[in-house]
DNA sequence: TGGGGTTAT
DNA sequence: ATAACCC
């Protein structure tokens, strides 16, 4: 059996340090410590530099879950473990385990490469999410208890502002304490760690919390992952990859020029993605250094500013976005592809088997969708990837009738949802979609809101400002006779 | 390429 | 309503 969590190596070993790591402190303006050297006792009286436009220093953490599909289905079927073994969505592996990947298997392979690679892979039917959106919220939750501040991004990623923990362990460590803290798990790029630097002090504080995330979720939920520890949550997201599965890993300040410089292209970089890559590429702009160096004025040109700004602060490792507390979700949604649907009937049994599961889910949530949406995907050889949609509101006497189960809610909103189709696609023409998806959305406490309280005040479909028809967002509703 | 999610425009 | 981003 594997051990949730191990310190994989300590603090302030007695390698020399390199050339290279010297400098890195010297432009810092370091004293350079050796080890021998006092440490300070008083945990408040160091001084300690800002980075980052003065903003004050945070520690995030990021924590990834090691194939978490893969995890989640050897967990429903122990018999799995040991085994090869790939998660199916039509015909791709959209994961595997690492006794698969030792295979030659990848992420998002087709099943044909995949048994060509592994002819004893195992495959599992991953279609159906209910048990991956389960555990998902779970490790959420298990997060929130160390903070509240934790925002998912995906189902198997969370990021988790540990500013204000490590700030409270640390002054509450006693004198004596500071000298004995060490690292849990590695440090980047072998960083010598200086406990009279009150940002390595925090971060290691971090990488302490960071460990004991992840001894709960094994010892609560039986997950492994890995978790990266840094002052950004660019730098976090990056760092926690160095050392993969089931380590984690701390990056300290001076060393974020050389965790991104490790970086092979831009498009490595969390938050360029296809698109960007692509403008990116027509100006010549392919490493991270091409994009610090590039003009600032024709980017912005390019790009418009925003983004421009945005991303030419990542490549220099600086990310100022806060960790924002996901919460409930926003939306729900089902989907279902295919490689054929060209009959009204067909797209309508299709509909009802997304709707149906949907009614569960949000019926389990508790909230009250007050949006619902309908999107395809036509057939075309080429542009792949676009999608379509149309949205409406749902009649509040529907609403009404979504907790209680007896009531026949499924037809009215087949019923909108067909609607929604035909405006979209002209049924009396021959039509080819390869995706239905059904969303319900604009997600609504059931707040009786009486009229005087603060709550009225804060219900948007109460308060003055929908009475005055200035509630643009409406506006964008397709109308759809109830 | 799958079955999800988010925010910005 | 779409387009970009994330997994």
């Known amino acids: 059996e594997k051990l949730g969590v191990e310190p994989e190596e300590e603090a302030g070993r007695d390698e020399e340090e390199d050339a290279a790591k010297a400098m890195d ?23 300690w530099l800002v980075p980052e436009g003065g903003s004050s220093s945070r520690v995030i953490v990021h924590v990834d879950l090691d194939c978490f599909y893969a995890q989640v289905e050897m967990i429903s079927n122990p018999e799995l473990k040991g085994k090869p073994l790939g998660v199916q969505q039509k015909y791709l592996v959209v994961t595997c385990n690492y006794e698969a990947r030792k295979l030659g298997v990848k992420k998002l392979m087709t099943v044909r490469d995949a048994k060509e690679k592994c002819p004893q892979l195992v495959l599992v039917n991953g279609e159906d999410l209910t048990r991956y959106r389960e555990m998902s919220y779970k490790v959420t939750e298990l997060l929130e208890e160390f903070s509240p501040v934790v925002e998912r991004l995906g189902f198997d990623e969370n990021f988790v502002d540990l500013t204000e923990m490590v700030e409270k362990r640390r002054q509450q460590l006693q004198s004596g304490e500071l000298s004995a803290l060490t690292v849990w798990g590695h440090v980047y790029n072998d960083q010598y760690v200086n406990l009279h630097d009150i940002l390595h002090v925090r971060l ?55 965790l991104i410089q490790s970086l092979n292209h831009v498009k490595e970089m969390p938050g360029i993605g296809y698109k960007t890559t692509k403008r990116l590429e027509a100006l010549g702009i392919r490493s991270v250094h091409d994009l610090q160096t590039f003009s600032s004025k024709i ?90 949609s149309r949205q409406c509101p749902i009649p509040s006497h529907v609403i009404q009738k979504l907790g209680t189960g007896n009531y026949d809610v499924m037809t009215p909103m087949v019923d909108i949802l067909m609607k929604l189709f035909r405006n979209m696609v002209n049924v009396k023409m021959p039509f080819h979609l390869t995706l239905l998806s059904v969303c319900l959305c604009n997600l609504k406490a059931l707040t009786t809101a ?27 509703d397709t109308h759809v006779e109830d």
Not at 327 to 343: A, N, V, Y
Not at 450 to 476: A, C, E, Q, V, W
């Open 299 to 388: 980017l912005e040109k390019e790009l418009g500013i925003s983004v421009a700004q945005r991303i030419q602060k990542l490549s220099f490792g600086e990310d100022n976005s806060p960790v924002t507390p996901s919460g409930p979700p926003q939306s729900f949604s089902e989907e279902d592809s295919f490689k054929k649907c060209s009959s009204e009937v067909e797209a309508k049994n299709k509909i009802e088997e997304l709707l149906a599961s949907l009614l569960n889910r949000v019926c389990q949530d508790g909230r009250k969708p007050h949006t619902i949406r309908l999107i395809i995907r036509r057939y075309s050889p080429e542009n792949h990837c676009s999608r379509e």
């Open 25 to 47: 402190r010297a432009e810092a303006g370091e004293a350079g410590c050796s080890r021998d050297a006092p440490v300070p006792e008083e945990p408040g009286g160091v001084p």
């Open 204 to 258: 290691l504080i971090g990488s302490q919390i960071a460990a004991e995330m992840r001894e709960a979720m094994y010892n609560q939920l039986g997950l492994t992952g890995c978790a990266g520890v840094a002052s950004n949550k660019l730098l976090a997201k990056l760092v926690s990859g160095v050392f993969k599965p089931n380590q984690q890993t701390v990056l300290l300040p001076e060393s974020s020029q050389v």
């Open 450 to 476: 009486k009229k005087g309280t603060i709550d009225y005040y804060l219900t948007p479909s109460l308060s003055t400002t929908s009475h005055s028809g200035k509630r643009s967002f409406k506006m964008k």
